[in-house]
């Protein structure tokens, strides 16, 4: 909702909303996990992880709408589509039927991240890049994106970004792969190394741009790339 900003997702504290202008509270909603998950949002609702339960809450207000069972305790932040919503678990990724406020499938693989476009979605699975079809929970590929690569670490995270997957390694590397070559042999665009700049150290975190792609570190950096 416009105007506002979401937080929470710390030890025992609960989910906020605050006026963007002025950081006064608008809302706040209790939560029984000792580690709720930060909230998503994707216009309205809101949706946050409490202990195993997917929450959607009013973004105006702070009120349930709805809630759904994921099995089991996760603070995964959820990753929130049009349609779909989608939880990362210790044993697999679950899908949510926003419509019909409704579990569909689950996954065998997990990640705290995953990149999603118009009809899969990608989970990175040591150097492994993993694509599912977002209606089923299918798996349509699997990839090793950098086969025999030592240096380049295991994958923290990815994030879509039309038509290129971006994913962040353990050793500070950015991978652009090709949307529509992903699951082939040359699906690699370009690869940076941050760990050759000043900061360096493992990538935590990704969000992109139309142009800009935004890379966090474990240690604190935050480093912008031009796509």
Request: aromatic share 10%.
């Amino acid at each position: 909702m416009t105007g506002l900003v979401y937080a929470g997702g710390t030890a025992q504290t609960p989910l906020y909303a605050l006026d963007a202008t002025d950081g006064t509270l608008v809302w706040k909603h209790d939560v029984t996990s000792p580690r709720p998950s930060a909230p998503a949002v994707l216009d309205e609702p809101v949706y946050a992880i409490d202990g195993n339960r997917l929450l959607a809450l009013d973004a105006a207000t702070g009120t349930r709408q709805w809630d759904a069972f994921v099995d089991e305790e996760t603070q995964f932040i959820p990753t929130v589509t049009d349609r779909r919503a989608y939880v990362g678990a210790a044993h697999g990724i679950v899908g949510f039927d926003i419509a019909r406020q409704s579990r569909l499938w689950e996954t065998t693989v997990t990640s705290t991240q995953l990149a999603v476009d118009d009809s899969l979605f990608y989970v990175p699975v040591e150097k492994t890049l993993w694509a599912f079809e977002k209606d089923t929970g299918y798996l349509a590929w699997n990839r090793d994106v950098l086969p025999g690569d030592a240096s380049s670490g295991t994958f923290t995270t990815c994030i879509g970004g039309g038509e290129t997957i971006f994913c962040g390694s353990s050793h500070g590397n950015i991978v652009a792969l090709d949307v529509e070559s992903a699951g082939k042999s040359n699906a690699v665009k370009w690869r940076f190394d941050l760990s050759s700049e000043d900061g360096g150290g493992a990538i935590v975190d990704l969000a992109v741009t139309k142009n800009v792609l935004y890379a966090t570190t474990v240690r604190g950096e935050i480093h912008a790339l031009v796509v």
